[in-house]
């Protein structure tokens, strides 16, 4: 009789015990499944963008392609666009809207078409003039998983990667395209001064520019004056919750894009 209730006793532990196993698996299971419907929402959403308001064009004079952004229509979907980022030819990955919240925090889980999603959106800092005419403006981006957003630009960890993609662009509303050459890449805490973005002289604007470079993980030889503007990219890293990854980009030459 006493076997019996041993016996019974095992069968209700293990039944208890895979049960619980059971619910833990679903539910890992489930927000596995959330986390890659959202990863597919995310890009749908930007693939989408980027279909319908983006072109390349043959210069006519040059033969050159022109990479072409729609910002009217880029506008009607959501006011906050204030340009477009892309590298070429590497990270192309990175190849999105650029908006500008209310605050820092609004677009951390919210795409550019004001869909709830973890991808977020690829925001200019709220303290900055939208038309990148400040001495230094930063760009945030979500390091995400699936490689997109500013997953990439990681890649410039390493100075092989740096020496075959140097620049990125930043197309504007009216008509401009900025090119801005790296200059500087690493890792940096969230209060750094990398995030300085007001200058009292130019004598504070250079200890942000060696500061930069002191942070930086590999010399590039890229000079920056004081007269330079510079945009900072950045997103986080796997280190800790605050550290982040910066790239830092001088600006190179300003042109009217003419269609």
């Known amino acids: 009789m006493g076997e019996k209730r041993k016996k019974k006793k095992s069968h209700l532990v293990s039944n208890i015990i895979l049960a619980v196993s059971l619910t833990v698996f679903c539910v890992a299971a489930f927000q596995l499944f959330r986390i890659g419907k959202g990863y597919q929402d995310g890009r749908k959403d930007y693939k989408e963008i980027q279909e319908a308001a983006t072109v390349k064009k043959k210069d006519k004079k040059s033969g050159e392609e022109k990479f072409i952004v729609d910002f009217e229509k880029l506008s009607k979907k959501n006011q906050d666009v204030i340009g477009w980022i892309r590298f070429d030819p590497e990270p192309s990955v990175i190849n999105y809207p650029i908006v500008q919240g209310k605050d820092n925090q609004e677009y951390l889980h919210k ?24 001495k230094h403006s930063i760009i945030y981006g979500h390091r995400m998983k699936d490689g997109s957003m500013f997953r990439h630009i990681q890649d410039y960890e390493k100075k092989d990667f740096w020496k075959k993609n140097q620049n990125f662009y930043i197309y504007t509303p009216n008509g ?7 200059y500087a890449a690493g890792e940096v805490v969230d209060m750094s001064e990398a995030y300085e973005t007001d200058f009292a002289d130019g004598k ?13 993980l590999y010399e590039t030889g890229v000079k920056v004056r004081t007269a ?7 997103t986080c890293t796997s280190s800790s919750d605050n550290h982040r990854f910066v790239i830092h980009g001088v600006k190179e030459k300003e042109e009217v894009i003419e269609e």
């Open 111 to 134: 795409t550019f078409a004001k869909n709830e999603n973890g991808l977020g959106a690829i925001f200019l800092n709220v303290d900055n003039s939208s038309n990148f005419k400040d």
């Open 204 to 216: 504070a604007y250079q200890a942000f520019i060696d500061q930069t470079k002191k942070d930086a």
């Open 228 to 234: 330079d503007k510079v945009v900072t990219l950045s």
């Open 176 to 182: 401009r395209v900025i090119t801005y050459r790296v």
